[in-house]
Protein backbone atom coordinates (compact mmCIF):
# COMPACT_ATOMS: atom_id res chain seq x y z
CA UNK A 1 0.00 0.00 0.00
CA UNK A 2 1.24 3.67 -1.19
CA UNK A 3 1.49 6.32 1.66
CA UNK A 4 -0.08 8.70 -1.04
CA UNK A 5 -3.22 5.54 -0.87
CA UNK A 6 -3.25 5.15 2.66
CA UNK A 7 -3.67 8.72 3.52
CA UNK A 8 -6.12 9.64 0.33
CA UNK A 9 -10.08 9.98 2.69
CA UNK A 10 -11.69 8.50 -0.27
CA UNK A 11 -9.91 5.40 -0.40
CA UNK A 12 -10.24 4.78 3.56
CA UNK A 13 -13.73 5.62 3.54
CA UNK A 14 -14.30 2.90 0.50
CA UNK A 15 -12.46 0.37 2.62
CA UNK A 16 -14.25 1.43 6.18
CA UNK A 17 -17.82 1.33 4.46
CA UNK A 18 -16.61 -2.59 2.56
CA UNK A 19 -15.21 -3.42 5.94
CA UNK A 20 -18.39 -2.89 7.78
CA UNK A 21 -20.86 -4.29 4.97
CA UNK A 22 -18.38 -7.57 5.16
CA UNK A 23 -19.12 -7.47 8.97
CA UNK A 24 -22.02 -7.22 8.16
CA UNK A 25 -22.88 -9.91 6.28
CA UNK A 26 -20.89 -12.20 8.73
CA UNK A 27 -23.09 -10.85 11.61
CA UNK A 28 -25.95 -11.83 9.71
CA UNK A 29 -25.09 -15.23 8.38
CA UNK A 30 -23.91 -16.18 12.35
CA UNK A 31 -27.27 -15.34 13.43
CA UNK A 32 -28.92 -17.24 10.82
CA UNK A 33 -26.90 -20.46 11.81
CA UNK A 34 -27.49 -19.50 15.96
CA UNK A 35 -31.42 -19.55 15.25
CA UNK A 36 -30.98 -22.74 13.20
CA UNK A 37 -31.29 -25.57 15.23
CA UNK A 38 -32.40 -28.26 12.33
CA UNK A 39 -29.17 -30.19 11.36
CA UNK A 40 -30.40 -31.07 7.47
CA UNK A 41 -31.28 -27.41 7.65
CA UNK A 42 -27.76 -26.18 8.59
CA UNK A 43 -26.23 -28.16 5.83
CA UNK A 44 -28.43 -26.27 3.29
CA UNK A 45 -27.47 -23.08 4.55
CA UNK A 46 -24.38 -23.28 5.27
CA UNK A 47 -23.80 -24.65 1.48
CA UNK A 48 -25.91 -21.52 0.44
CA UNK A 49 -23.43 -19.32 2.40
CA UNK A 50 -20.19 -20.70 1.11
CA UNK A 51 -21.90 -20.54 -2.41
CA UNK A 52 -22.41 -17.13 -1.67
CA UNK A 53 -18.92 -16.51 -0.37
CA UNK A 54 -17.80 -17.87 -3.97
CA UNK A 55 -19.78 -15.36 -5.94
CA UNK A 56 -18.45 -12.63 -4.42
CA UNK A 57 -14.99 -13.97 -4.83
CA UNK A 58 -15.63 -14.25 -8.29
CA UNK A 59 -16.88 -11.21 -8.76
CA UNK A 60 -13.79 -9.51 -6.55
CA UNK A 61 -11.04 -11.32 -8.94
CA UNK A 62 -13.01 -10.49 -12.21
CA UNK A 63 -13.87 -13.44 -13.09
CA UNK A 64 -17.03 -12.78 -15.41
CA UNK A 65 -17.89 -16.22 -16.84
CA UNK A 66 -17.53 -18.16 -13.36
CA UNK A 67 -19.16 -14.65 -11.61
CA UNK A 68 -22.36 -15.19 -13.86
CA UNK A 69 -22.61 -19.23 -13.34
CA UNK A 70 -22.29 -18.76 -9.10
CA UNK A 71 -24.71 -16.12 -9.39
CA UNK A 72 -27.14 -17.97 -11.34
CA UNK A 73 -26.45 -20.55 -9.19
CA UNK A 74 -27.10 -18.61 -5.85
CA UNK A 75 -30.51 -17.49 -7.75
CA UNK A 76 -31.80 -20.69 -8.26
CA UNK A 77 -30.70 -22.25 -4.57
CA UNK A 78 -32.41 -19.29 -3.28
CA UNK A 79 -35.80 -20.03 -5.22
CA UNK A 80 -35.44 -23.84 -4.13
CA UNK A 81 -34.38 -22.89 -0.54
CA UNK A 82 -37.87 -20.90 -0.28
CA UNK A 83 -40.08 -24.13 -1.50
CA UNK A 84 -38.04 -26.51 0.28
CA UNK A 85 -38.30 -24.53 3.73
CA UNK A 86 -41.41 -22.45 3.16
CA UNK A 87 -43.23 -23.31 6.81
CA UNK A 88 -39.81 -22.47 8.60
CA UNK A 89 -40.01 -18.89 5.99
CA UNK A 90 -43.44 -18.57 7.30
CA UNK A 91 -42.80 -18.89 10.93
CA UNK A 92 -39.88 -16.69 10.48
CA UNK A 93 -41.93 -13.97 8.76
CA UNK A 94 -44.66 -14.22 10.98
CA UNK A 95 -42.55 -14.04 14.28
CA UNK A 96 -40.19 -10.95 12.68
CA UNK A 97 -43.80 -9.40 12.35
CA UNK A 98 -45.03 -9.47 15.71
CA UNK A 99 -42.01 -8.31 17.14
CA UNK A 100 -40.77 -11.68 18.90
CA UNK A 101 -36.93 -11.52 17.92
CA UNK A 102 -35.90 -12.90 20.78
CA UNK A 103 -37.82 -15.96 20.40
CA UNK A 104 -36.54 -16.86 17.23
CA UNK A 105 -33.34 -17.74 19.30
CA UNK A 106 -35.35 -20.05 21.62
CA UNK A 107 -36.77 -22.21 18.75
CA UNK A 108 -33.58 -24.05 18.24
CA UNK A 109 -33.85 -24.90 22.72
CA UNK A 110 -36.83 -26.72 22.39
CA UNK A 111 -36.69 -30.01 24.56
CA UNK A 112 -39.04 -32.76 25.20
CA UNK A 113 -41.93 -31.20 26.02
CA UNK A 114 -42.70 -32.51 29.43
CA UNK A 115 -46.28 -32.02 30.67
CA UNK A 116 -48.47 -33.90 33.16
CA UNK A 117 -45.36 -36.81 33.57
CA UNK A 118 -45.22 -37.83 30.08
CA UNK A 119 -41.53 -38.89 30.30
CA UNK A 120 -42.93 -40.82 33.55
CA UNK A 121 -45.63 -42.72 31.18
CA UNK A 122 -43.50 -43.32 28.68
CA UNK A 123 -40.94 -44.67 30.92
CA UNK A 124 -42.92 -46.52 32.93
CA UNK A 125 -44.62 -48.29 29.50
CA UNK A 126 -41.03 -48.91 27.86
CA UNK A 127 -40.48 -50.76 31.48
CA UNK A 128 -43.38 -52.82 31.59
CA UNK A 129 -42.99 -53.46 27.65
CA UNK A 130 -39.36 -54.65 28.08
CA UNK A 131 -40.01 -57.14 31.05
CA UNK A 132 -42.74 -59.02 28.39
CA UNK A 133 -40.39 -58.87 25.64
CA UNK A 134 -42.93 -56.70 23.11
CA UNK A 135 -41.23 -55.12 20.65
CA UNK A 136 -41.41 -51.24 20.25
CA UNK A 137 -40.23 -48.33 18.16
CA UNK A 138 -41.22 -44.90 20.10
CA UNK A 139 -40.54 -41.54 18.70
CA UNK A 140 -40.40 -38.20 20.23
CA UNK A 141 -40.62 -35.22 18.89
CA UNK A 142 -38.04 -32.55 20.37
CA UNK A 143 -39.70 -29.11 19.65
CA UNK A 144 -40.90 -28.50 16.31
CA UNK A 145 -42.79 -31.03 14.26
CA UNK A 146 -41.09 -33.44 11.60
CA UNK A 147 -42.02 -33.08 8.31
CA UNK A 148 -44.37 -36.16 7.00
CA UNK A 149 -42.19 -36.76 4.24
CA UNK A 150 -39.00 -38.00 6.42
CA UNK A 151 -41.20 -40.62 7.13
CA UNK A 152 -41.37 -43.51 4.80
CA UNK A 153 -45.02 -44.17 5.57
CA UNK A 154 -46.74 -42.02 8.14
CA UNK A 155 -49.21 -43.82 9.75
CA UNK A 156 -52.62 -43.96 11.44
CA UNK A 157 -53.69 -40.25 12.71
CA UNK A 158 -54.49 -40.69 16.87
CA UNK A 159 -53.81 -37.69 18.32
CA UNK A 160 -54.51 -39.37 22.19
CA UNK A 161 -53.49 -38.53 25.48
CA UNK A 162 -50.22 -40.42 26.25
CA UNK A 163 -50.51 -42.83 28.83
CA UNK A 164 -48.90 -46.24 29.74
CA UNK A 165 -51.53 -48.05 29.21
CA UNK A 166 -52.41 -46.46 25.69
CA UNK A 167 -48.46 -47.55 24.60
CA UNK A 168 -48.51 -50.95 26.21
CA UNK A 169 -51.74 -51.57 23.89
CA UNK A 170 -50.53 -50.31 20.83
CA UNK A 171 -47.31 -52.10 20.66
CA UNK A 172 -49.54 -56.34 21.73
CA UNK A 173 -48.87 -58.00 18.45
CA UNK A 174 -52.43 -59.18 17.74
CA UNK A 175 -53.14 -55.58 17.62
CA UNK A 176 -53.62 -53.76 14.03
CA UNK A 177 -50.86 -50.79 14.52
CA UNK A 178 -48.43 -52.98 16.41
CA UNK A 179 -45.98 -52.60 13.71
CA UNK A 180 -44.12 -49.43 13.22
CA UNK A 181 -43.52 -46.88 15.23
CA UNK A 182 -45.54 -44.52 17.79
CA UNK A 183 -44.88 -40.54 17.62
CA UNK A 184 -44.98 -38.36 20.10
CA UNK A 185 -45.50 -35.17 19.90
CA UNK A 186 -46.31 -32.45 22.01
CA UNK A 187 -47.53 -35.11 24.19
CA UNK A 188 -49.66 -36.39 22.62
CA UNK A 189 -49.72 -39.90 20.72
CA UNK A 190 -49.84 -38.23 17.30
CA UNK A 191 -49.96 -41.69 14.95
CA UNK A 192 -49.22 -45.02 15.40
CA UNK A 193 -48.07 -47.70 12.64
CA UNK A 194 -45.52 -45.10 11.35
CA UNK A 195 -42.65 -47.07 9.13
CA UNK A 196 -39.04 -45.02 9.17
CA UNK A 197 -36.17 -44.71 6.75
CA UNK A 198 -34.08 -47.39 7.72
CA UNK A 199 -29.96 -46.32 8.40
CA UNK A 200 -27.68 -47.42 6.30
CA UNK A 201 -25.39 -48.53 8.70
CA UNK A 202 -25.34 -52.07 11.13
CA UNK A 203 -24.75 -51.12 14.59
CA UNK A 204 -24.37 -55.00 15.79
CA UNK A 205 -25.77 -58.22 13.71
CA UNK A 206 -27.91 -58.78 16.21
CA UNK A 207 -29.92 -55.82 15.70
CA UNK A 208 -32.39 -56.04 13.12
CA UNK A 209 -34.19 -53.07 11.17
CA UNK A 210 -36.48 -51.94 14.28
CA UNK A 211 -32.93 -50.81 15.33
CA UNK A 212 -31.95 -49.67 11.95
CA UNK A 213 -35.08 -47.78 11.70
CA UNK A 214 -34.45 -45.65 14.66
CA UNK A 215 -30.96 -45.26 13.45
CA UNK A 216 -32.37 -43.70 10.41
CA UNK A 217 -34.86 -41.20 11.71
CA UNK A 218 -32.42 -39.88 13.84
CA UNK A 219 -29.74 -39.46 11.03
CA UNK A 220 -32.19 -38.15 8.99
CA UNK A 221 -34.09 -35.94 11.92
CA UNK A 222 -32.14 -34.29 14.67
CA UNK A 223 -34.69 -32.97 16.46
CA UNK A 224 -36.40 -36.11 17.73
CA UNK A 225 -34.86 -38.96 19.91
CA UNK A 226 -36.40 -42.94 19.32
CA UNK A 227 -37.19 -45.54 21.65
CA UNK A 228 -36.35 -48.99 20.66
CA UNK A 229 -37.34 -52.28 23.22
CA UNK A 230 -36.36 -55.78 21.11
CA UNK A 231 -39.18 -57.90 20.99
CA UNK A 232 -36.28 -60.52 21.34
CA UNK A 233 -34.34 -59.59 24.42
CA UNK A 234 -36.69 -57.14 25.45
CA UNK A 235 -33.33 -54.25 26.09
CA UNK A 236 -34.31 -50.63 25.73
CA UNK A 237 -32.16 -48.41 23.41
CA UNK A 238 -32.25 -44.60 22.57
CA UNK A 239 -31.47 -43.37 19.55
CA UNK A 240 -30.34 -40.41 18.90
CA UNK A 241 -28.75 -38.15 15.90
CA UNK A 242 -28.08 -41.90 14.47
CA UNK A 243 -26.26 -43.38 17.34
CA UNK A 244 -27.73 -46.53 20.00
CA UNK A 245 -27.47 -46.27 22.86
CA UNK A 246 -27.76 -49.38 24.85
CA UNK A 247 -28.74 -51.45 26.59
CA UNK A 248 -30.58 -49.40 29.14
CA UNK A 249 -32.18 -49.57 32.33
CA UNK A 250 -35.85 -47.65 32.36
CA UNK A 251 -34.46 -45.46 35.11
CA UNK A 252 -31.39 -44.33 32.58
CA UNK A 253 -33.41 -43.87 29.90
CA UNK A 254 -35.44 -41.77 31.89
CA UNK A 255 -32.49 -39.80 32.84
CA UNK A 256 -31.70 -39.45 28.92
CA UNK A 257 -35.05 -38.05 28.43
CA UNK A 258 -35.12 -35.59 31.26
CA UNK A 259 -31.79 -34.36 30.06
CA UNK A 260 -33.13 -33.81 26.75
CA UNK A 261 -36.25 -31.97 28.17
CA UNK A 262 -37.44 -28.53 28.71
CA UNK A 263 -36.38 -28.42 32.28
CA UNK A 264 -40.27 -27.74 33.26
CA UNK A 265 -43.48 -26.68 31.72
CA UNK A 266 -44.78 -26.46 28.75
CA UNK A 267 -42.55 -24.58 26.46
CA UNK A 268 -45.51 -22.09 25.22
CA UNK A 269 -45.80 -20.70 28.92
CA UNK A 270 -41.40 -20.12 28.88
CA UNK A 271 -41.31 -16.67 29.28
CA UNK A 272 -39.31 -15.37 26.02
CA UNK A 273 -35.43 -16.06 26.36
CA UNK A 274 -33.26 -13.29 27.95
CA UNK A 275 -30.56 -11.01 26.84
CA UNK A 276 -27.89 -12.18 29.15
CA UNK A 277 -28.76 -15.98 28.16
CA UNK A 278 -28.77 -14.95 24.45
CA UNK A 279 -25.12 -13.19 25.42
CA UNK A 280 -24.04 -16.69 26.74
CA UNK A 281 -25.13 -18.93 23.88
CA UNK A 282 -23.84 -16.23 21.35
CA UNK A 283 -20.54 -15.94 23.53
CA UNK A 284 -20.34 -19.89 23.37
CA UNK A 285 -20.82 -20.34 20.02
CA UNK A 286 -18.46 -17.71 18.95
CA UNK A 287 -15.40 -19.74 18.31
CA UNK A 288 -16.83 -22.45 16.43
CA UNK A 289 -18.70 -20.12 13.68
CA UNK A 290 -16.12 -20.07 11.18
CA UNK A 291 -15.55 -23.98 11.50
CA UNK A 292 -19.32 -24.31 10.98
CA UNK A 293 -19.39 -22.10 7.59
CA UNK A 294 -15.77 -23.60 6.44
CA UNK A 295 -16.00 -27.29 7.37
CA UNK A 296 -19.60 -28.52 6.47
CA UNK A 297 -18.14 -31.16 4.57
CA UNK A 298 -16.06 -32.87 6.65
CA UNK A 299 -18.50 -32.63 9.34
CA UNK A 300 -21.93 -34.29 6.80
CA UNK A 301 -18.85 -36.78 6.11
CA UNK A 302 -18.24 -37.59 9.70
CA UNK A 303 -21.68 -38.69 10.72
CA UNK A 304 -22.33 -40.51 7.36
CA UNK A 305 -19.49 -42.87 8.41
N1 LIG B 1 -38.78 -49.21 8.85
C1 LIG B 1 -39.48 -49.51 9.93
N2 LIG B 1 -40.24 -48.58 10.52
C2 LIG B 1 -40.94 -48.87 11.62
N3 LIG B 1 -40.96 -50.08 12.21
C3 LIG B 1 -40.22 -51.05 11.66
C4 LIG B 1 -39.43 -50.82 10.51
N4 LIG B 1 -38.80 -51.96 10.18
C5 LIG B 1 -39.17 -52.86 11.11
N5 LIG B 1 -40.02 -52.34 12.01
C6 LIG B 1 -40.64 -53.00 13.15
O1 LIG B 1 -39.71 -53.96 13.63
C7 LIG B 1 -40.25 -55.27 13.51
C8 LIG B 1 -39.21 -56.22 13.02
O2 LIG B 1 -38.15 -56.20 13.86
P1 LIG B 1 -36.79 -57.02 13.59
O3 LIG B 1 -36.89 -58.33 14.28
O4 LIG B 1 -36.42 -57.02 12.15
O5 LIG B 1 -35.83 -55.99 14.26
P2 LIG B 1 -34.83 -56.08 15.46
O6 LIG B 1 -34.07 -54.80 15.43
O7 LIG B 1 -34.06 -57.38 15.41
O8 LIG B 1 -35.77 -56.07 16.73
P3 LIG B 1 -36.10 -57.20 17.80
O9 LIG B 1 -34.91 -57.26 18.70
O10 LIG B 1 -37.32 -56.67 18.42
O11 LIG B 1 -36.32 -58.49 17.03
C9 LIG B 1 -41.38 -55.16 12.52
O12 LIG B 1 -42.38 -56.12 12.80
C10 LIG B 1 -41.88 -53.74 12.69
O13 LIG B 1 -42.84 -53.67 13.72
Not at 205 to 216: I, N
Request: charged residues 25%; hydrophobic residues 45%.
Amino acid sequence: MSSGQSQDPAWLESWLVNSIDIGLVFAVAYIVLVIIGERRTLWMVRGFIVLMLATAISNWANLRLLYIALNSLVTGSAVAMAVILQSEFRQFLEKLGRGEVLQLFAASRKGIPETDGVIDQIVEAVKELSQNRTGALIIIEIGSPIDERDFSVPGVRLNAEVSRELLQTIFQPKTLLHDGAVLIRASRVAAAGVILPLSERIASRQLGTRHRAAMGITEKVAKCVCIVVSEETGSISLADKGVLNRPLTSSKLKELLEARSFVAGDDRTKPPISIDTLKRRIGLKRWSFISQVFRFRSSASREKK
